[in-house]
């Protein structure tokens, strides 16, 4: 079973601002339609701008695509600060 984690929902986060609670998604390899909803809200972040963090290989790394077959999926804003 997969799981993609988005820590706070807001897209802009300014300083002093708090971050709306995290959403929590899961999905089976085998089930279709949890697959592709978990890769629409996926690319839906991406494109927004947002960072993508999974394990590979043991090591995490920063992704682009959606595989279904990684375990966890950790999506977070970019923060901006000065």
């Known amino acids: ?3 993609l984690k988005i ?3 807001t897209s802009i986060v300014m300083y002093g ?3 709306e609670g995290d959403l929590k998604l899961t999905w089976r390899k085998d089930n279709a339609e949890e697959v592709a909803l978990a890769e629409k809200t996926f690319k839906e972040y ?3 701008g947002w ?3 999974s394990e590979v290989s043991g090591k995490k790394k920063q992704i682009f695509t959606f595989n279904p077959d990684f375990e966890k999926i950790i999506l977070v804003p970019i923060i901006v600060g000065g």
């Open 17 to 19: 601002e708090p971050i």
């Open 51 to 53: 960072f993508a963090i």
């Open 46 to 48: 991406i494109n927004k």
């Open 1 to 3: 079973m997969g799981e």
């Open 7 to 9: 820590l706070g929902k």
